[in-house]
């Protein structure tokens, strides 16, 4: 388990951010299955580089992280 850190916080970033859009389309009003599959897809779209960013900060910005593992 080399990345645990990264493939944590990337799957809770993209589950958070396509639950709220989930949320968002249901109370406009669109129950219907694109309205699910377009938040998934969103929550992928945004919530990878949002992940990803999270956790370079967080590797970087530890002063107990290993310096051996990159950022």
């Known amino acids: 388990m080399r ?3 990264s493939h ?3 799957a809770l970033a993209v589950l958070c951010l ?3 859009a989930l949320v968002g389309a249901l ?3 669109f129950y219907y299955w694109g309205a699910v599959l377009l938040a998934g897809a ?3 779209a945004l919530g990878l580089p949002v992940g990803w960013t ?3 900060a967080i590797r970087r910005n530890d002063p107990n992280w290993p310096a051996r593992r990159p950022a």
Do not use: D, K, N, P
């Open 18 to 20: 396509a639950g709220a």
């Open 27 to 29: 109370a406009l009003g």
């Open 42 to 44: 969103i929550g992928a």
């Open 3 to 5: 990345h645990w850190l």
């Open 54 to 56: 999270v956790t370079r």
């Open 8 to 10: 944590f916080i990337t």
